[in-house]
T-cell receptor
Framework: AQSVTQLGSHVSVSEGALVLLRCNYS??????LFWYVQYPNQGLQLLLK??????LVKGINGFEAEFKKSETSFHLTKPSAHMSDAAEYFC???????????FGKGNQVVVIP | GAGVSQSPSNKVTEKGKDVELRCDPI?????LYWYRQSLGQGLEFLIY????????KSGLPSDRFSAERTGGSVSTLTIQRTQQEDSAVYLC???????????????FGPGTRLTVL
């Protein structure tokens, strides 16, 4: 079974500071990895995804993530936090032929002005 | 273009009642998924439909839960004899083609917030 671990349910970051959200996965087959963002009372919006091509993936809103197989990680970063980045972020994993996403518990990001 | 839509956005019901939740996927998407988001369990897979194939129901938590997809488009998730632990946000997603070796993006609807009193 595939799984994802996201540590730290709540993450506080100062406006303009680096945003770093950690995601570690477990998968016995090559994974496909995703980061989704959820704003209050809304569904999940895709930020970026890794599909076995480039290991450094750039997404929307200035976010990027790097796939590191040796560390089984797919951490999400943004160089400079903006107030509009306040939301919940989910890492998810799936694989070839799989028909479901396995999500982490999520990180609630608070941006401090 | 139109995204995934779900109705109702909120549903309050009494314990023991049946509820139906509706999902309209993105036009042309053959794969449809239901997930449940709750405080205690996070985001959990419930069921998956792909074209005319038999659905994957392995994520349904009990036989009180069922879903159907009519005409390969609209889907309804039915919960019978609702319990308080069924209170959650039920999310629907669709994708163009699943299981092709490509990481097909799942596009999510806004969800239905179910509260069982």
């Amino acid at each position: 079974a595939q799984s994802v671990t996201q540590l730290g349910s709540h993450v506080s970051v100062s406006e303009g500071a680096l945003v770093l959200l950690r995601c570690n996965y477990s998968s016995s087959v090559p994974p496909y990895l995703f980061w989704y963002v959820q704003y209050p009372n809304q569904g999940l919006q895709l930020l970026l995804k890794y599909t076995s091509a480039a290991t450094l993936v750039k997404g929307i809103n200035g976010f990027e993530a790097e796939f590191k197989k040796s560390e089984t990680s797919f951490h999400l970063t943004k160089p400079s936090a903006h107030m509009s980045d306040a939301a919940e972020y989910f890492c998810a994993v799936t694989s070839y032929g799989n028909n479901r996403l396995a999500f982490g518990k999520g990180n609630q990001v608070v941006v401090i002005p | 273009g139109a995204g995934v839509s779900q109705s109702p956005s909120n549903k309050v019901t009494e314990k023991g009642k049946d509820v139906e939740l509706r999902c309209d996927p993105i036009s042309g998407h053959t794969a449809l998924y239901w997930y449940r988001q709750s405080l205690g369990q996070g985001l959990e897979f419930l069921i998956y439909f792909q074209g005319n194939s038999a659905p994957d129901k392995s994520g349904l938590p009990s036989d009180r839960f069922s879903a159907e997809r009519t005409g390969g488009s609209v889907s309804t998730l039915t919960i019978q004899r609702t319990q308080q632990e069924d209170s959650a946000v039920y999310l629907c997603a669709s994708s163009s083609v699943a299981g092709t070796g490509k990481a097909d993006t799942q596009y999510f609807g806004p969800g239905t917030r179910l509260t069982v009193l």
